[in-house]
């Protein structure tokens, strides 16, 4: 069931994740994490400096969520469990 979806979070319309389509949705994917300024806590884990945790915990939340509301319901059985956006 590909097809243009409405992301909630960010308010664009692309097409979900699925089997067929995956090398277009991760370029999609990469560009709207970076337009959002979130891409780098896909790209890097969660720093040991305390003064830098919060805001990377609040932009991988994003990611994740984006990531997730973006991928079909097969894919999102995948990474459900997924604790941080470099993880799904």
């Known amino acids: 069931m590909t097809g243009k979806d409405f992301n909630v979070a960010s308010g664009e319309d692309y097409e979900t994740q699925g ?3 995956y090398r277009t949705w991760a370029k999609d994917m990469e560009m709207c994490l970076l337009r959002n300024r979130c891409w780098t806590v896909v790209t890097s884990s969660v ?14 939340n994003w990611a994740r969520g984006e990531i997730h509301l973006c991928c079909e319901a097969d894919v999102q059985d995948i990474i459900i ?3 941080h956006a470099y993880d799904s």
């Open 47 to 60: 720093p040991e400096d305390e003064s830098q945790r919060e805001e990377w915990e609040t932009k991988d």
């Open 19 to 21: 089997a067929s389509n």
């Open 81 to 83: 469990d997924s604790e």
